[in-house]
């Protein structure tokens, strides 16, 4: 054994415990995030489901050739792009904002409350949300009869394709953006309160101690954050658009996630729906490894 060897070996041991701690969570990633990935073989392979996955013959990239060369494909990735895009550009400061704004609160029962009423749609499922959603924008849905009521016409917000990208935008942003500003309210009260009062002493005013103190205390979250949901990019969430769109919408509701599960599960084309899953992953991988070189040479905190 080395001197180095041995100098790790003696450094664990000494942490023993903290190992200790984390292995509970070593193992749930091991168990249900790095064994699954032997199954990604089904992408390259002609599934057969009584000869398995193990024995089934290897077909090479014809499962992604057959993707690629699919009339849907530009349409998935066109409205995939569109919807993650959107709830970035338009999602991601929302959160922000909200955590200014409250942070500017001096009631803190009132401060609580907001922050509870606003987090707590986070914790409802998009079968549930979704339902309130309905109630709220159907075609009898309570928007509708306001403006039935005020002598308009119904709007399809639902079932129009004009609208329908809108309405998932919106809705995401509404049950998520409580629990988001939680981190950035973290983050706020580890800001040094002497760099406002050095602020104040220069003469500086509420909105000036935002932009020049409290914002740039925001910005190593914010760049962690922001590369972190373009490493989800193509994933522009199968639960709410499952619920919320219809055959009526499909030309631009219709995503990557949607697809395999009508073509992996409905159609039982287990390898074609495999072969997105692998797709999806690298475009993610590359996304979220570049944002992050990108933070590097700005300066900026990285994720690793």
């Given amino acids: 054994m080395t001197a180095a ?3 790790t070996a003696r450094r664990i041991w000494r942490h023993r415990w903290i190992y200790l701690l984390i292995l509970p969570t070593i193992v749930y990633f091991v168990i249900f995030a790095y064994a699954p990935m032997v199954g990604l073989q089904i992408a390259f392979k002609d599934f057969k489901v009584f000869a398995g996955m193990w024995k089934s013959p290897w077909v090479g990239f014809e499962h992604f050739q057959t993707l690629f060369g699919s009339e849907k494909f530009p349409q998935l990735i066109r409205n995939t792009l569109l919807i993650s895009v959107y709830r970035i550009v338009f999602g991601f400061p929302v959160p922000i904002i909200f955590a200014l704004l409250l942070n500017e609160v001096r009631r803190v029962w009132f401060k609580r409350g907001v922050q509870t009423v606003t987090y707590f749609p986070h914790f409802l499922s998009w079968v549930v949300f979704a339902g309130i959603v309905v109630n709220l924008l159907g075609p009898t849905g309570i928007l509708n009869t306001l403006i039935v009521e005020a002598g308009g016409e119904r709007i399809n917000f639902l079932t129009n394709p004009d609208t329908f990208r809108s309405v998932l935008v919106l ?3 509404l049950k ?3 629990w988001g500003a939680i981190i950035y309210l973290a983050a706020l009260s580890g800001i040094d309160p002497q760099l406002y009062e050095a602020a104040r002493v220069d003469g500086a005013g509420k909105l000036r101690q935002i932009w020049h103190v409290t914002l740039p205390g ?3 979250v914010m760049a962690v954050l922001l590369v972190l949901s373009l490493g989800n990019l193509l994933d522009a969430g199968f639960d709410q658009v499952f619920q919320l769109y219809n055959g009526a919408v499909l030309e631009v509701g ?3 996630d949607t697809y395999v599960y009508r ?3 409905l159609d039982a084309q287990f390898e074609l729906a495999t072969a997105v ?3 999806k992953g690298v475009i993610g991988l590359i996304m979220i490894v570049s944002a992050n070189q990108v933070l590097k040479k700005m300066g900026q905190r990285s994720v690793w």
Avoid: K, M, N, Y
Wanted: proline share 5%; aromatic share 10%.
């Fill in 5 to 7: 060897t041995a100098t």
């Fill in 218 to 220: 925001l910005r190593p």
């Fill in 263 to 265: 073509v992996g599960l």
């Fill in 254 to 256: 219709d995503i990557i």
């Fill in 277 to 279: 899953g692998l797709f």
């Fill in 171 to 173: 809705t995401g942003i």
């Fill in 176 to 178: 998520e953006f409580g």
